[in-house]
């Protein structure tokens, strides 16, 4: 991806469907048998990835040119899910709580590392175990089997999104309670637990700590809704930030950003809410930004998806930010590529101390995952000169169509195949 840094950004930006809330909502269509909408979806690799995975158990899919998507699930059987996929896309272990509940089996890939630290799904696992489920690894995959499934009552210990979400889909199928407690409260969660809803099953608590489930023994397939990308929005919200301009972002609820609108307002950058799902965002060129801590936390605290974003807005803020790190043990990743651009940042454990320069030149960087590319593109966005970015492939996984939406906006940007 080149990009020619300093051209502020104007215009209004919709946004896409969640890639979150897509990817439970796809497995989940494995708890039934029969055939699901699902509507809003994001063209995303990762969505293409969990198609791919989906297809290799026996789903068909069919797709229309709108986003919305029809799984036929009743030939799906339990086969197992290769390596290959679980390390393409981590989130392909959110097929083993929807196939052991409805085969009784499973077999899937142990993730492993990835650049942003081990992400085990250990919590994943206990779980299921505390469902009535044996869990035996071997050779580096994890195999799950049970003869009858038992509600339960879970206590994680840390509130993992995948984690909460695999639990839930495996209690959808059981006809007894499941509590699950210090559950994730992600809007994403709450996205689930409406799909399984209308599959039958009660849930209730989706969005609190606590989740209260009930199974169905007879799901019924469900026509669901993604809800849209706030990570996707808080990201063109600090582009606009630190390229300076005026952008409508469209479609998103506020409620999912709060905490990111709020630190942009702590920045000096003016955030005005048009309406339930329409945020402005504003920055005249030549305006100072402020610099802010940031702490990331699960929801509802600021979002781990959005520190990368941020720490290239504050390498530009007129004095020191702190960033620490609270959810991942390894996401700096971006650091060593901001200091190639001029940024000042150190980092000492899991803080990153960016002292705000005057400005960040163009540099050749390369992204490292998903949302250290993002922080790439801004970082681009406002630096003298051409900033070139290689393995762009990692931005696909997760922003439809991203450089034709900066594009609309008024970046100068295009991608090139890389030699
Ligand atoms: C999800 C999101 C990802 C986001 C992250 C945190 C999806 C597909 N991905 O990832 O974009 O960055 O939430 O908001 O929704 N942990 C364990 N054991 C487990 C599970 C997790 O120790 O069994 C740890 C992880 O290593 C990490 C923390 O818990 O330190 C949170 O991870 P988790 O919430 O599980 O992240 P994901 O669900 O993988």
């Not at 599959?199 to 009930?214: K, Y």
Request: glycine share 10%; net charge negative.
């Amino acid at each position: 991806m080149i990009i020619e840094g300093g051209h502020p950004l104007f215009g209004e930006v919709h946004i896409s469907g969640a890639k979150n809330a897509a990817l439970p909502v796809l497995a989940a269509a494995l708890l039934t048998a029969g055939n699901s909408r699902i509507t809003n979806l994001p063209k995303l690799r990762d969505v293409t990835t969990l198609f791919e995975l989906l297809r290799l158990l026996g789903s068909r899919i069919e797709q229309d040119s709108r986003g919305s998507v029809f799984i036929e699930t009743s030939k799906v059987c339990p086969c197992r899910v290769p390596y290959e996929l679980v390390k393409t896309m981590r989130a392909s272990a959110l097929v083993l709580g929807p196939l052991v509940a409805r085969f009784g089996r499973a077999e899937v890939a142990l993730p492993g590392g990835c650049a942003i630290g081990a992400r085990p799904i250990d919590l994943h696992l206990k779980g299921l175990q505390k469902l009535g489920v044996d869990i035996e690894l071997d050779e580096g995959y994890v195999k799950a089997e049970c003869q009858k499934m038992h509600g339960g009552h879970i206590v994680l210990d840390l509130p993992t999104v995948t984690g909460t979400e695999n639990l839930m889909m495996a209690a959808a199928l059981i006809d007894e309670d499941t509590i699950i407690e210090n559950a994730a409260r992600e809007p994403e969660v709450v996205n689930l637990a409406d799909a399984l809803k209308k599959m039958g099953s009660s849930v209730e608590g989706a969005g609190t700590g606590s989740i209260f489930i009930h199974g169905t023994r007879s799901p019924r397939p469900f026509d669901h809704r993604i809800i849209p990308d706030r990570i996707e929005a808080g990201t063109y919200m600090a582009a606009t930030a630190i390229a300076g301009g005026k952008v409508k972002i469209k479609g998103c609820p506020q409620e999912f950003f709060t905490p990111v609108t709020e630190k942009l307002q702590d920045a000096g950058v003016t955030v005005r809410c048009l309406s339930d799902d329409i945020i402005e965002v504003e920055r005249e060129q030549g305006m100072d930004i402020m610099p802010v801590d940031i702490n990331t936390a699960p929801y509802p605290g600021f979002p781990t998806d959005m520190q990368a974003q941020f720490m290239a807005l504050l390498s530009i803020a007129r004095g020191v930010s702190l960033i620490t790190e609270n959810v991942f043990e390894n996401r700096f990743m971006h650091v060593l590529e901001l200091q190639r651009m001029g940024a000042d940042i150190k980092l000492d454990g899991h803080t990153a101390i960016i002292k705000g320069v005057e400005s960040l030149g163009g540099a050749p960087v390369m992204a490292t995952d998903l949302r250290a590319s993002a922080c790439l593109i801004l970082a681009g966005l406002a630096a003298k000169g051409k900033t070139t970015i290689s393995r762009i492939y990692h931005l696909d996984r997760g922003y439809e169509g991203i450089e034709e939406k900066f594009g609309r906006l008024g970046a100068i940007i295009r991608r090139e195949k890389e030699k």
